[in-house]
C-alpha cells in the first residue's frame, strides 16, 4: 500500500514520524510543502482540518501528528504490551506537547513586543520548567522515558531540534536530552536519513 507523509520542509511535528517511518524501513513518499510561503490555498483546503502532518496509506488518511506517529511505530517494538507503560508514555507525550504549545504560541505572536516578551519567559523560565522534569523522567529511566527505546522518545527529540529551529535552548544544560539526540539521531535509518536530508535552515525563522 502507497504510503505519503504530508508535512513541511522542516522539522517539528512532522520530523518525529518521518525518524519512525525511517527507522522501522517503511517505504513512504516524502511529501514537502514549503512553509514560508504556506498556506497553499488549494493544498490547505484539501487537508481535512487545514493542517499538517497528514499520512495517507492507499485511500485512507489520518490527521494529528500523535496518532500519526504511534500508527507508523505499530508491529515494530516501539509500543509496549504493558497497558501501564502506554500510558506513562502517553502521559509523556502530552506533557512534551504542552512544552511545545508554548513554542506555537511563540511563532505564531505577530506584536513584536509581545514576541520579545514571550521569547524572553520561554528561555528564561519555561525551558528549564519542563526539560529539568523531562531530565529527572529520563535519569530514573537509563535514559529513555520507560527503560528503552520507544515512539515517544523520536517525538521528545523531533520536539526539542525543533524548537531549535525558533528559540535556542542550550542544551548542554539537559545531558539526558543530549545523550538521547544523540541516540536517535543515530538509529539505523535515521542517520542516513539526516545524512541525505542535511541540516534545516533556521535563520528566516529565527525572529
Ligand atoms: N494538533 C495538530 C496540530 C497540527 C498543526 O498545528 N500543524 C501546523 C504545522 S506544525 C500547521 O499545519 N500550520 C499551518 C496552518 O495552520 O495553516 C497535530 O498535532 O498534528
Known amino acids: 500500500m502507497a504510503k505519503k507523509l504530508h508535512y513541511f520542509n522542516l522539522n517539528a511535528l512532522g520530523e518525529p514520524i518521518r525518524y519512525i517511518l525511517h527507522y522501522t524501513k517503511q517505504e513512504f513518499e516524502d511529501v514537502r510543502h514549503d512553509f514560508l510561503t504556506w498556506p497553499d490555498p488549494e493544498v490547505k483546503k484539501s487537508l481535512p ?49 504542552d512544552f511545545w504549545k508554548n513554542v506555537i504560541q511563540f511563532v505564531q505572536e505577530k506584536d513584536t513586543a509581545k ?44 520536539i526539542t531540534e525543533a524548537t531549535n529551529l525558533f528559540l535556542e535552548i542550550d542544551i548542554g544544560k539537559y545531558p539526558n536530552t543530549k545523550k538521547l539526540v544523540e541516540k536517535i539521531t543515530h538509529l539505523p535509518g535515521v542517520k542516513e536519513y539526516i545524512a541525505s536530508r542535511g541540516p534545516y535552515k533556521t535563520p528566516q525563522l529565527r525572529k
Do not use: C
Not at 488518511?61 to 500510558?87: F, H
Open 49 to 97: 482540518y487545514g493542517q499538517l502532518p497528514l499520512y495517507v496509506e492507499g485511500r485512507k488518511t489520518l490527521n494529528q501528528s500523535l496518532a500519526i506517529a504511534k500508527y507508523v511505530a505499530r508491529d515494530s517494538g516501539l509500543i509496549p504490551a504493558d497497558a501501564w507503560q502506554q500510558a506513562i508514555l502517553d502521559s509523556t507525550v502530552f506533557n512534551i506537547y
Open 115 to 158: 514576541k520579545a516578551a514571550l521569547k524572553k519567559v520561554i528561555e528564561e523560565e519555561t525551558v528549564d520548567f519542563f526539560f529539568s522534569r523531562f531530565e529527572k523522567h529520563l535519569a530514573e529511566n537509563g535514559g529513555f522515558f520507560i527503560g528503552k527505546v520507544s515512539w515517544v522518545e523520536f517525538v521528545f527529540v523531533g
